[in-house]
């Protein structure tokens, strides 16, 4: 049975918080002015900042030894600038007074209900005419979270709140600002279930997969427990309860197919493996008899329309606007997105120190690639490229130091509660679309073109096909895991095929001649010649052969007459004498059959086939001496009673 931890202060942490303020930091006054501060004054955008003060001797003891040290901490690992910690004490005098009104014993903020607070706090200020209680709940809401972490020394595996960026084997995102994965919403006769799978899971899974587990988990858990209170496992779990679960989760992911087929998955994963490990908890029954496969909802197959790619034409306008993209410091970091395709997480984890490689072949920009687990992968870039990274490193080096960028990284915070970390890839998108409006990039219907970071990565695979890049280089390039995952970008265009096919071409093509040898042609005379080169009609045409020749039509144009319709028509007369063009017609027409196998064109061979059919069907009558014709002879000539009229004389 799970137990509820109760987080309480410590003397090794009351220790520890007094040790770190010794000397001047003891004081109830902090005076801007003195020397300590010294430092802190240069960030400063006040000019008067030397003559403020901060005072907290409002509070009592243990609230004002908590205060100094959050506020002492987070201004020396520059997390917050002098101005701000001085903007925090403004609201030191009412803040106090709510205390000594709502929580008079108060003794410790971990002792505050975050959401409760924040609620009586607005009201509270409401009361006074207060409109602008931003700082008053900022405070509270970073100081609350900040001693909740601070005293809990337990393993972050027995928390209900895991801290990604605390266990080792973890796999984060610094370009986000999301460490947290939460256990406290799963039931908690469950909860430590949950904990030891998803133990296991973060070692293999992003932070971001981890969170939709545990999510997906959690929705199912709180069925159960609703469903079965008095449960302590999931052993009698039945194929009844999975049905009423699937019902639930129609409703509670509203027709959302994707997002249904996802919960099921990543449940199904959980239930197999708690079985298979032989948790105390897993049900009895397996899970192929609890989740069928007929459950899942079918999901229509990615075509290339759902390829989120940047058009040419939003691309030239964003080539022409891109200096007035702001902040600059984003103006690299899409340059890097253009020119390498790689995941922006990657463009934003590369190292000033590793990060360009020069070969007498030219610029590589280098780095790793987390996803696919890629080590020291490069790709070649312009010199161009190259000269902005460089100004970047110029600009960096400086700036940086073991405290403010321990990873060496070529962008980089280098100060504020994200000091280390590279910038937010959310902030490049929302800068680049802000862009968009203020400079009206448009796409070709005339609408504000939606910029999304990973549509630069589509953009430089379809742009590497498109050019003439073998798959194979372009999966190397792009770093992908599958050649199933390249050929998610493979948009060749009709005029890529004629490049492809010059290329393949310029050592010189030969024919064989009518004596049989071999004789070197040049790719412009068969390009002028009148011939129909049938490996290279276009993939978006028909090639079916007719009696007075080939119809060559799209094909999503509807044509009634091309499959010959005279050898279906009850009109059509043929008699033995015609035998020769019939097989004429069977040997061309299995002719188009076989290049359509060799080029695995389906529809040739399908309709192709259809016409060899009639050809045969009418040819194998001929050869029984037997005439071809649906009407019959009554259709075609006199009886003999016409006849014999018709030879009477007037």
């Known amino acids: 049975m799970n137990s509820i931890f109760i987080l309480q202060q410590t003397n090794e942490k009351l220790y520890e918080m007094y040790e770190f303020l010794r000397g001047y930091w003891e004081q109830d006054i902090w005076n801007l002015k003195d020397d300590v501060f010294s430092e802190y004054r240069k960030t400063s955008s006040r000019v008067d900042i030397k003559y403020k003060k901060i005072n907290f001797s409002f509070f009592n003891s243990s609230l004002k030894l908590e205060l100094k040290y959050f506020l002492k901490y987070r201004l020396t690992n520059s997390i917050v600038t002098i101005d701000t910690i001085y903007k925090y004490s403004q609201v030191f005098r009412r803040l106090s007074d709510f205390f000594q009104k709502q929580y008079p014993d108060l003794n410790s903020f971990i002792e505050l209900d975050l959401s409760k607070t924040s609620i009586q706090l607005r009201t509270y200020l409401a009361d006074l005419g207060i409109k602008t209680y931003k700082f008053y709940s900022y405070l509270i809401s970073q100081i609350v979270p900040f001693y909740q972490n601070f005293y809990d020394d337990r393993n972050e595996f027995e928390k209900d709140t895991w801290d990604f960026r605390k266990i080792v084997a973890a796999r984060y995102s610094t370009d986000r600002c999301h460490y947290y994965l939460h256990f406290s919403d799963v039931p908690l006769i469950y909860r430590q279930t949950v904990k030891n799978y998803m133990k296991m899971r973060i070692s293999k899974c992003s932070h971001a997969q981890c969170c939709r587990d545990v999510r997906t988990i959690r929705t199912f858990l709180q ?102 993209l702001t902040p600059a410091e984003y103006i690299p970091i899409v340059i890097l997105l253009r020119a390498t395709g790689w995941r922006i997480s990657d463009i934003l984890n590369l190292r000033y120190d590793n990060c360009l490689d020069h070969t007498p072949q030219g610029w590589y920009i280098c780095g790793d690639i987390k996803k696919t687990q890629v080590l020291n992968h490069r790709v070649p870039i312009t010199d161009e490229v190259a ?117 393949v071409t310029k050592q010189g093509l030969f024919r064989i001649d009518d004596a049989g040898k071999l004789k070197k042609i040049d790719i412009s005379d068969i390009e002028n010649e009148d011939i129909i080169e049938w490996e290279y009609i276009r993939h978006n045409l028909d090639a079916v052969r007719m009696p007075l020749g080939y119809c060559i039509k799209p094909k999503k144009q509807e044509c009634h007459t091309q499959l010959n319709p005279c050898l279906i028509c009850r009109n059509l007369c043929t008699t033995p004498d015609f035998i020769p063009q019939f097989e004429l017609e069977i040997q061309e027409t299995k002719a188009v059959i076989e290049r359509g196998k060799a080029q695995n064109r389906s529809v040739w061979i399908e309709k192709n086939q259809a016409l060899l059919e009639r050809y045969e069907t009418i040819l194998e009558l001929l050869k029984q001496g037997k005439i071809h014709h649906k009407a019959g002879k009554k259709g075609r000539e006199y009886t003999e009673e016409e006849k014999n009229n018709a030879q009477q004389p007037c």
């Open 223 to 324: 069925f159960i427990y609703q469903k079965y209170p008095l449960w302590n496992d999931l052993k009698s779990l039945s194929r009844k309860d999975m049905e009423d679960y699937f019902s639930h989760l129609r409703n509670f992911t509203e027709g959302n197919q994707k997002k249904e087929l996802e919960y099921l998955m990543f449940l199904k994963t959980f239930l197999e493996y708690i079985q298979k490990a032989e948790y105390e908890q897993a049900p009895i029954k397996p899970v192929l008899l609890l989740i069928f496969k007929e459950d899942l909802p079918k999901i229509p197959m990615r075509t290339e329309n759902d390829i989120k790619y940047i058009p040419e034409c939003v691309l030239q306008q964003l080539d022409d606007n891109l200096e007035f």
């Open 387 to 503: 000269a902005v990274v460089k100004s970047v490193i110029q600009i960096t080096i400086p700036k940086s130091n073991e405290f403010n960028n321990p990873n060496k990284l070529l962008f980089v915070r280098l100060r504020g509660k994200r000091a280390g970390n590279p910038p937010e890839a959310r902030c490049v998108s929302d800068y680049l679309n802000r862009l968009a409006i203020e400079k009206n990039i448009i796409d070709d219907d005339g609408n504000i073109f939606h910029f999304k970071n990973h549509a630069f990565r589509h953009t430089k695979a379809i742009e590497l096909i498109n050019n003439g890049m073998s798959l194979l280089h372009v999966q190397k390039w792009m770093a992908h895991a599958s050649p199933e995952m390249t050929l998610t970008y493979a948009k060749i265009l009709d005029t890529t095929m004629r490049k492809s096919w010059e290329e």
